[in-house]
């Protein structure tokens, strides 16, 4: 089941993050995003497996933050959860921004599957556990369809 992020999901939510993530946010960052952001969980059997933290702005969005726990990836969880919770957006998005990095390829095929593409590179951007630096890749997804909608 995906629906929105509560305050008693993020314990949950903050240790996948500390499993997927050489540089987590912390709890209270995942507290504001519950009351800040659209935040949403996948759950199953009872268990918050998955997390995607949207940014609703005037007629975009951000994807900000999204994790899989490890031992769920792999299983198409991801795309269900970044689906849905795209569809779950009240503003209708033209466009969809998020920043990933270079060496993240699961998560790369994943945006691709879902319709983002690449639009520009951030070098030098994430910092790495071994203190040097990895590239962003920005990428976009083009609502079309609701766009379309503006006209009909």
């Known amino acids: 089941m995906i629906r929105l992020m509560n305050a008693a999901d ?3 939510v903050a240790e996948i993050e ?3 993530q050489s540089h987590p946010w ?7 995003a519950v009351e800040g952001y659209q935040s949403t969980v996948l759950e199953q059997n009872g268990v918050v497996q998955a997390f995607c933290i949207l940014q609703p702005v005037l007629d ?3 994807l900000l933050l999204m994790a899989v726990h490890p031992s769920q990836q792999g299983k198409g969880l991801g795309y269900q959860l970044l689906d849905q919770s795209v569809a779950m957006l009240k ?6 921004f998020l920043e990933v990095r270079e060496g993240n390829t699961a998560a790369i095929k994943l945006y691709e599957k879902a319709d983002f593409h690449q639009i520009d590179l951030r070098k030098n951007y994430y910092p790495k556990a071994d203190g040097t630096r990895e590239h962003a890749i920005i990428m976009v997804k083009s609502c079309t369809d609701d766009f379309s909608k503006l006209f009909n």
């Open 10 to 12: 993020v314990a949950s």
């Open 91 to 96: 503003n209708n998005p033209v466009q969809i």
């Open 18 to 20: 500390k499993l997927v």
């Open 26 to 32: 912390n709890k209270k960052q995942f507290e504001e």
């Open 60 to 62: 975009e969005a951000n």
